[in-house]
């Protein structure tokens, strides 16, 4: 497989070139094409093990570094835990994605990077990794990068903008990462590292790439789960609806993508908070991108989605026929909270605020013979403030996990500022 550059599509490039920044021009990168799987690999899905499936389905976009049998062993060092599909009521369904080590879907894509970009810079120099996070990206990418030798990261997070816990992931990691409270929004940590990666000359020079979700090689591994979900749906397999809790539309890029290598979905719903930026494209083919506004489901709160154009692209420019595959439904804190208070009373189960988004937009627009699955995107146990607030008999106590050990001042400074000084 090759790989272009959404918008200069002449260029070609090798997938190691496609996944490490300073190696093409600035820009979305996208497989050539996308890889269709016939009926006969949904009809064979359930005799195949998850790490087969995974396998088979990254196998045509990564052919060209990988045979088969050592894209299985990365598969099987990366996407690692469970992603078990939980019936909630008849036609409604959980993808729980977060039973990875940071319990956020980011996990996936992270870990999945981590191994490709050990593969591909062994003996190499040193490859520093920048990251702008709203809070699950830097805890994930934190936790898969952390002591792996060759690798040094840079995590920018919005001051007052990621829970505590996350901000305890981000922070505590290791020696190789480094955690940068930056006084502002995500979209200015957003602004700060495009800033950076658009300086070719210094990504090359220092060996800077990015492990957000702009990044291709942290793209592609979260089509599988789409599959793994399809494969667990048994008898309920009609009309199917995924409800997908949107910031930068990565996961829903690559549901789309899943979708176009053949997986039967009748409809995705974009379930969006209060930044309303993709709302507005699908409503009135008007790209405005806003000024972020903070909500409870703070990993959504992007007024600049970054993927946008790599949805655009998948259906060549054309809004209406986006439309006809994705509904965008917007969803506010208040009915986000009611979501979590109501699902946990009557069926006894209790999700985070950006489960509760995609919970909420499903429940509003699944018609009685549609079977619908929303992606549950991390545990409640990360946002206890606001599963506190909806679900006031819940306690700490009962939320409180492996928290970690408290966060450390021992950074070596003077080296984080000459470096950050050299990349600014
Ligand atoms: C990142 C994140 C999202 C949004 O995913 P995108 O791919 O950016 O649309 C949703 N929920 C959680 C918990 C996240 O961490």
């Given at each position: 497989?090759?790989?272009i550059n ?12 496609a ?7 600035s820009?979305?990168?996208?497989p050539?094409?996308i890889p ?6 949904l009809k064979?899905?359930n005799r195949?093990?998850n790490l087969?499936?995974a396998?088979?389905l990254?196998?045509p976009y990564?052919n060209d570094?990988?045979?088969?049998p050592?894209?299985?062993k ?5 996407i690692?835990?469970k ?7 008849e036609?409604i369904f959980?993808?729980?994605l977060?039973?990875?080590p940071?319990?956020?879907f980011k996990?996936v ?5 981590s191994?490709?970009l050990?593969?591909?810079?062994r003996?190499k120099d040193?490859?520093r ?8 990206t830097g805890?994930a990418?934190a936790n898969?990068f952390a002591?792996?030798e ?6 920018l997070?919005p001051q007052?903008?990621?829970?505590k816990?996350?901000e305890?992931?981000?922070t ?9 409270e930056?006084?502002?929004?995500f979209?200015?940590?957003q602004?700060m590292?495009k ?9 090359k020079?220092l ?6 979700s702009?990044n ?13 979900a399809?494969?667990q749906l ?5 009309d ?7 910031g930068?539309?990565?996961?829903l890029?690559?549901g789309i993508m899943?979708m176009k290598?053949?997986?039967p979905?009748?409809k995705?719903i974009a379930?969006?908070?209060q930044?309303?930026?993709f709302?507005k494209l699908?409503?009135y083919?008007i790209?405005?991108?806003?000024k972020?506004?903070?909500t ?8 600049n989605p970054?993927?946008i ?10 809004v209406l026929k ?5 509904q965008?439904r ?6 986000t ?5 109501i699902?946990?009373?009557?069926h006894n ?7 509760a988004v995609?919970y909420h937009?499903?429940?509003s627009?699944l018609k009685p ?7 549950s ?6 946002f206890e403030?606001?599963v506190i ?6 306690t700490?106590n009962y939320?409180?996990g492996?928290?970690?050990?408290k966060i450390s001042?021992?950074?070596d400074?003077q080296y984080l500022?000459?470096?950050l000084?050299e990349?600014?």
């Amino acid at each position: 497989m090759n790989y272009i550059n959404i918008s200069n599509k002449s260029r070609i490039f090798k997938f190691e070139d496609a996944v490490i920044c300073n190696n093409h021009d600035s820009g979305l990168i996208m497989p050539q094409y996308i890889p269709e799987f016939g009926n006969l690999f949904l009809k064979k899905l359930n005799r195949k093990t998850n790490l087969e499936i995974a396998t088979d389905l990254m196998y045509p976009y990564l052919n060209d570094i990988f045979d088969w049998p050592s894209l299985e062993k990365l598969v099987s060092k990366s996407i690692n835990f469970k992603i078990p599909l939980v019936q909630i009521e008849e036609n409604i369904f959980a993808l729980e994605l977060f039973h990875g080590p940071t319990m956020a879907f980011k996990d996936v894509g992270a870990r999945f990077l981590s191994m490709l970009l050990q593969h591909l810079n062994r003996g190499k120099d040193k490859t520093r990794i920048i990251v702008a996070t709203s809070g699950d990206t830097g805890s994930a990418v934190a936790n898969a990068f952390a002591n792996i030798e060759g690798f040094e990261v840079f995590i920018l997070y919005p001051q007052n903008g990621v829970s505590k816990y996350q901000e305890q992931q981000i922070t505590n990691s290791a020696s190789n990462i480094w955690a940068i409270e930056v006084e502002g929004s995500f979209d200015d940590c957003q602004r700060m590292l495009k800033s950076v990666l658009q300086n070719r000359l210094l990504c090359k020079e220092l060996n800077i790439t990015t492990a957000n979700s702009i990044n291709i090689g942290r793209l592609l591994p979260q089509i599988v789960y789409y599959f793994l979900a399809y494969k667990q749906l048994g008898n309920n397999k009609k009309d199917l609806v995924f409800s997908v809790p949107s910031g930068n539309l990565g996961n829903l890029t690559a549901g789309i993508m899943a979708m176009k290598m053949g997986l039967p979905v009748t409809k995705f719903i974009a379930a969006v908070n209060q930044n309303r930026t993709f709302y507005k494209l699908l409503k009135y083919g008007i790209y405005k991108p806003n000024k972020s506004v903070k909500t409870y489901s703070n990993a959504m709160d992007v007024g600049n989605p970054s993927n946008i154009d790599r949805l655009l692209y998948l259906y060549q420019n054309d809004v209406l026929k986006m439309t006809d595959d994705i509904q965008c439904r917007t969803v506010n804190d208040e009915q986000t909270i009611n979501s979590m208070q109501i699902v946990y009373d009557k069926h006894n189960y209790l999700m985070d605020p950006h489960s509760a988004v995609a919970y909420h937009a499903l429940k509003s627009s699944l018609k009685p013979h549609q079977n619908g699955i929303f992606l549950s995107t991390a545990s409640p146990v990360k946002f206890e403030d606001v599963v506190i607030k909806a679900i006031p008999q819940m306690t700490r106590n009962y939320l409180s996990g492996p928290i970690g050990k408290k966060i450390s001042t021992k950074k070596d400074y003077q080296y984080l500022e000459k470096i950050l000084y050299e990349m600014v």
